[in-house]
């Protein structure tokens, strides 16, 4: 990125050599994203070199050398654009990107193939980048607050939300620049699984409802430790131990991956192949989605989140009466003086458990 901002400072003060550099380490990026517009080479080859010859006139445009790729990137868009409307004698001022996302902060919309390229970009990030992303572009929280809840200052958040969008924009260009060379396209997740695991875990956001309540229940168990779980589960692997039990929906609501792994119905079976009791208590908290193939209404979503805590104790020092306690006080705190009917169930045979679940919209209370 540097190398680059360097050769634009130099084609902005007339060194042509330099824009000529600049053409050869970006035209293969330049040709993927007009090749996914246009879907015909040579069209795309045209589009890409009105492209470059409006983006030499207009270089001195540029504030930001640093953001040329993406300036570049909606130039090619719009030129693509024009190409394909040209019959229509329809053209677009350069500022207008309607279908392709430019991923910066002023992309708006998308069309339905970037928003697969990007889900599958998003998955590559770490779980504290996916965070600062939910915050930021969902959440809508200023760089200030990013920085502030990091301990960092504002400059700093600034340049960390461009890495990650660098990040992204460079998957992406791999994933355009293989859809262009069938031969070396990846074997990947399907669209669908990619779409819903890419969508944002409302948890980490506390102004949203369901941060706002998952910090409600969370209160009535300080001591319980917070565990992380995998969304995919090996469900072939998991029926060699307690998948068949812990298997209570029909098998058609599965989110199938592959042949043998599965989304997350729930937290219940990827948390229990995760922990393991030693002899020792064990206090665990866990919350995010889970999934379900079901058709979509007011009372059911594919992706819902859940929160679940697990207790596993001796027998001699753990009773229904404590779970019974903390349940209550969990409910009280989300919905405080309401009167509670409650059914436990008991899993006897293991020397102490409890267990219980808070699911937030699978089913979709009533708002009153």
Known sequence: MNALADLVIA????????YGRLVQATQTMAYAVARSVLKDSTTAQDAVQQAYLRAFRRLGDLQDPATFAGWLRRIVITSSLNIRRARRWTFLPLDDVPDVPVL??????????????????????????????DRRYHGGWSTARLAANAGVDDGAMRKRLQRIRDKLRKEMEVAEQRAIRPDEIRTDLPAKVVELLARPKLTDLPENPVGKMLDLLRSAYPEFAELSIPELVDLAEAKKTIASEAMYIDPVELHRVDEHRILRYDLTLPLLLTVRYEGQPLRIWTAGKCYRLCQQDAMHLEAFHQAEVLWVDDRSRLDPWQMTGRVLRSVDRALPGRTVKMMLRWVMRMEGFACSSFTESRYRLPQR
């Open 11 to 18: 084609a902005q003060a007339g060194n042509v050599e330099a």
């Open 104 to 133: 910066d902060e002023v992309e708006t919309r998308w069309s339905e193939a970037q928003r697969i390229r990007l889900a599958h970009a998003f998955l590559t990030l770490t779980p504290e980048e996916r965070q600062l992303c």
